[in-house]
């Protein structure tokens, strides 16, 4: 199979070769401009399926990646209907070898197994959507032909221990505008198990009294909605905040803000607009440098110990499916991670002698 864009945009595709299967009710199309049209098209009607812009984004970036592993012009998608199993499995290969970040020297990191396996997933659901679209050829991105990367059943993520979790908390200065911002974040993350996504989003408004309870709408995954009560603490963080912005009566505006002036600490206010996803994690690792928490934590370690801690308290699994805003409850199970509380680990009983 030839791996690179045809420039002439009149040549017939080659339905003789056994390796172009024959597509759309058996008929190939009459030249490659109908082609591509007809492919990008199904593209973009299976990238539409999806309500979160950013999976989207994620979804065709992977198909992007793997057309340009393939030495395929992204503008040529038309040439995915050419694609056989060795060369999703050469790319699976590839990314397990050095698909992952860069390291500090420059040179690349082996990518997790949960990456390769999203990232493959998403090809074979294209494909998958092509064929009822009417795509007569197979899937070679179908587990019959290619494997995917076992993937724990307990999740990737680190747990933060609960005496790092306390300073983590305690680490925002309560002395400027900006750590009283950087209090109710974490406060939020911490106790209400948010994705980051969804405090980017938050608005004023989303934060309401109801009766005894603060509670707080959170806008999740596919534009669901849910609602939780803010225990007392976050929920004074949270209005800590509101009143240092003087926002409580912007319902409309964004919750958390950037600053006015990267050095003024918020002192000069406040600009109307959303922090973005970015700023949010770079403001928890700064904090978790802070006070030495392990780099390989992440914004999403907040939201498994959170999951993890609930689990420990005994609160019941569906429950806590809920709370996370989770469909399936085995994905509520990937986020506990039921071995981290190390002061108890069997290890410590033992005696020998």
């Not at 603490?233 to 919750?255: H, K």
Request: hydrophobic share 35%; charged share 25%; with cysteine.
């Amino acid at each position: 199979m030839e791996k690179k864009a045809v420039k002439d945009e009149n040549i017939k595709l080659v339905t003789s070769d056994a390796s172009v299967p024959l597509v759309f009710g058996g008929q190939p199309p009459k030249n490659l401009i109908e082609f591509r049209a007809t492919i990008t098209t199904a593209l973009d009607a299976w990238l539409a399926k999806t309500e979160s812009k950013r999976t989207r984004v994620a979804y065709r970036n992977d198909v992007e990646q793997f057309l340009q592993f393939l030495g395929i012009d992204p503008s040529h998608i038309e040439y995915m209907t050419q694609v056989l199993p060795v060369d999703v499995t050469d790319w699976r290969d590839s990314l397990l070898r050095s698909g992952g970040r860069q390291n500090t020297d420059g040179s690349k990191k082996a990518a997790a197994n949960a990456t390769v396996a999203r990232k493959m997933t998403a090809i074979r659901s294209f494909f998958s959507f092509l064929q009822s679209y009417g795509y007569r050829g197979a899937n070679p991105a179908h587990p019959h032909f290619v494997s995917t990367p076992k993937v724990p059943d307990e999740g990737q993520t680190p747990a933060i221990p609960q005496k790092q979790m306390v300073q983590l908390l305690a680490a925002p200065s309560s002395d400027t505008a900006c750590g009283i911002r950087d209090q109710a974040i974490l406060s939020v993350f911490a106790y209400m198990a948010v994705r980051v996504e969804e405090i980017h989003l938050m608005k004023v408004g989303d934060i309401v009294q109801d009766g005894e309870h603060t509670t707080i709408r959170i806008k999740g995954k596919g534009n669901s909605l849910r609602k939780g009560g803010i225990p007392p603490i976050a929920a004074t963080a949270v209005n800590n905040w509101i009143a240092t912005a003087d926002i409580v009566d912007d319902r409309s505006g964004p919750l958390f803000r950037p600053s006015m002036s990267a050095r003024g600490s918020g002192s000069d206010g406040f600009k109307p607009k959303r922090m973005t996803v970015r700023a949010i994690q770079k403001l928890v690792r700064k904090y978790c440098s802070l006070v030495g928490i392990d780099k390989a934590v992440s914004v999403h370690s907040l939201r498994v110990t959170a999951a993890t801690e609930a689990d420990r308290a005994g609160v019941p699994l569906n429950q806590i499916q809920q709370w996370l805003g989770h469909k399936d409850p085995r994905t509520t199970l990937k986020y506990i991670r039921s071995g981290q509380n190390l002061d108890k680990s069997p290890a410590y009983t033992i005696r020998y002698g």
